[in-house]
């Protein structure tokens, strides 16, 4: 089981940092809604002050929650709370059924990804970064909670690969900067 995971891993890794940053997500809604979070996106590229650049990622996050729907919000809220309380199962229950009302509100598989993750059902969370990043190609939340993900299971190459690419979005992202550093040299000791 745990080699089919690996090939599994491999193949959907391998499809996920080959494709290419977009500048906006196919399927951004309002021209309005998605101009500004090209705008922050930008932005967030050039800034080279950690703080300023955190304040612009808590902008981003902001238009990312905007579901358009009190039902959803009110789910997202639900599940939230749940899952800080450690019920994972009451959270993903209102989770799928965000996804299940709104398939295409990216922070919707997110939330599920890290509540999968949280869970260590690192299969399930994976699945849920793919739609998440399918949707939203420059999530960077996705990103590093992909990285993340390949760092627990000792994929130190794809996840160094999953952390260059979020501060290719986010380079001022202090853990991601972190990572990439400590992967670095730990691969270096071993001669990728």
Same mark, same amino acid.
């Given at each position: 089981? @745990?080699?089919?995971?690996?090939?599994?891993?491999?193949?959907?890794?391998?499809?996920?940092?080959?494709?290419?940053?977009?500048?906006?997500?196919?399927?951004?809604?309002? %021209?309005?809604?998605?101009?500004?979070? #090209?705008? *922050?996106?930008?932005?967030?590229?050039?800034?080279?002050?950690? !703080? %300023?650049?955190?304040?612009?990622?808590?902008? =981003?996050?902001? &238009?990312? @929650? !905007?579901?358009?729907?009190? $039902?959803?919000?009110?789910?997202?809220?639900?599940?939230?709370? %749940?899952? #800080?309380?450690?019920?994972?199962?009451?959270?993903?229950?209102?989770?799928?059924?965000?996804?299940?009302?709104?398939?295409?509100?990216?922070?919707?598989?997110?939330?599920?990804?890290?509540?999968?993750?949280?869970?260590?059902?690192?299969?399930?969370?994976?699945?849920?970064?793919?739609?998440?990043?399918?949707?939203?190609?420059?999530?960077?939340?996705?990103? $590093?909670?992909?990285?993340?993900? *390949?760092? &627990?299971?000792?994929?130190? &190459?794809?996840?160094?690969?999953?952390?260059?690419?979020?501060?290719? =979005?986010?380079?001022?992202?202090?853990?991601?900067?972190?990572?990439?550093?400590?992967?670095?040299?730990?691969?270096?000791?071993?001669? =990728?």
């Amino acid at each position: 089981m @745990r080699n089919l995971f690996h090939v599994v891993t491999t193949a959907l890794v391998a499809t996920f940092l080959s494709l290419p940053i977009a500048l906006a997500s196919e399927d951004a809604g309002p %021209a309005s809604e998605a101009s500004r979070l #090209d705008k *922050l996106f930008s932005d967030l590229k050039r800034e080279r002050n950690e !703080k %300023a650049a955190e304040r612009i990622a808590n902008q =981003i996050w902001a &238009e990312w @929650r !905007k579901s358009g729907s009190a $039902s959803i919000d009110l789910m997202l809220q639900w599940s939230n709370e %749940a899952a #800080d309380k450690k019920k994972f199962d009451v959270a993903l229950d209102f989770l799928d059924q965000v996804i299940t009302l709104q398939p295409d509100f990216a922070e919707g598989w997110n939330r599920r990804a890290t509540v999968h993750f949280m869970m260590d059902n690192y299969a399930k969370s994976m699945a849920d970064i793919e739609h998440t990043l399918r949707l939203e190609p420059r999530h960077f939340g996705a990103l $590093s909670g992909l990285a993340s993900i *390949l760092k &627990e299971t000792g994929r130190k &190459e794809l996840a160094l690969n999953a952390y260059e690419r979020t501060l290719a =979005i986010y380079p001022m992202m202090r853990n991601a900067q972190s990572q990439v550093a400590t992967l670095s040299d730990e691969l270096a000791g071993e001669g =990728i």
